[in-house]
């Protein structure tokens, strides 16, 4: 349920060129950004941004065709917010997976059209009955998205209490690929990283990732920028992030994606998740009054 205050921003938002208020399944609000360098929608609820499809390419920011929108639930897609626990919580089995963020109610509280014809759109969670159950914390917590030539993604925590927080997080960015079995993934050579389908084990990255099976791969105190090689879609997509020392690969292959029940048939082939986070080993702790920055940069190149 919007706040009056919400309403009213959003309802301001049919001023701003480009931006359009729209609804997607189950009553869900968001808002339709489109500009000179491409579109993207953005689901109120998680300020989950759907899709970010670069002018003249293919999505970049993947949704399944099968996705389902439900209050209270992640659609199979986008760029979901894991904070403030990155998987299942370290203790409370019953607590969401990916913590509260990307379910949660946000509230849109600044929205710019740039100079460069970008959009520049900021949300706060907004701390209500729906999570503080889950998180007692006061960290307030800042999300930007910046659609314009590149996607640009800011996730800022800022402790408010008066004693440490110590958090997990990641940009859970699902991007669309041709077909995975075909991708590569430069940039996490050497890099060590657990395998979640390997039960855990502790593995050193040798070349470049890539498909064959399942992947599920948390690879540790890695600051490196990467980069997805799709020979089908014929480019490149480029990950620079900063504030963050993690890398999650993610492809659940044919039997998992099947079971989740959101993917089409053989909907894993055309996606892979390169998550830009802080998990396991890297979570940070902040000291009271400490801000946290975790920043994504996606840009597209074309092969041919
Ligand atoms: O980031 C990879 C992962 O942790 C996988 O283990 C899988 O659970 C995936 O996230 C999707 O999680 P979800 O809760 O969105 O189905």
């Not at 929608?41 to 970010?52: H, T």
């Not at 599920?216 to 980069?227: K, W």
Request: hydrophobic residues 35%; glycine residues 8%.
């Amino acid at each position: 349920m919007k706040t009056q205050a919400q309403q009213s921003f959003v309802a301001s938002l049919g001023d701003i060129p480009g931006v359009q208020i729209t609804e997607c399944a189950s009553q869900l609000p968001a808002i339709d950004i489109r500009n000179r360098h491409g579109s993207g929608r953005i689901l109120l609820q998680g300020a989950l941004l759907l899709e970010w499809t670069p002018s003249k390419q293919e999505p970049v920011v993947w949704l399944s065709p099968n996705a389902k929108f439900a209050a209270g639930k992640a659609p199979r897609g986008g760029v979901p917010i894991c904070w403030p626990w990155f998987g299942p919580h370290d203790t409370q089995t019953d607590y969401p997976a990916h913590g509260i963020a990307r379910t949660a109610n946000w509230e849109l509280t600044d929205a710019q059209h740039t100079d460069d014809g970008a959009h520049r759109l900021t949300f706060m969670l907004i701390r209500d009955a729906s999570n503080s159950a889950f998180w007692s914390h006061d960290t307030p917590l800042t999300l930007r998205y910046t659609l314009g030539p590149a996607l640009e993604i800011e996730l800022i925590t800022r402790n408010q209490s008066p004693h440490p927080v110590t958090i997990s997080e990641a940009l859970h960015t699902y991007f669309g690929v041709g077909d995975i079995r075909q991708v590569r993934i430069h940039g996490l050579d050497g890099s060590d990283y657990i395998d979640k389908v390997a039960h855990g084990q502790r593995f050193r990255q040798s070349g470049d990732v890539t498909f064959s099976g399942e992947t599920d791969r948390v690879y540790l105190g890695t600051t490196a920028h990467c980069i997805i090689e799709d020979p089908v879609l014929l480019r490149s997509i480029r990950i620079e992030k900063q504030g963050s020392r993690s890398t999650v690969v993610w492809n659940p292959w044919a039997e998992k994606a099947e079971k989740m029940g959101d993917y089409i048939e053989n909907g894993y082939l055309n996606m892979v998740c390169v998550e830009s986070g802080n998990a396991l080993d890297d979570r940070i702790t902040l000291a009271p009054g400490e801000e946290h920055r975790l920043w994504a940069r996606y840009s597209v190149t074309s092969l041919n």
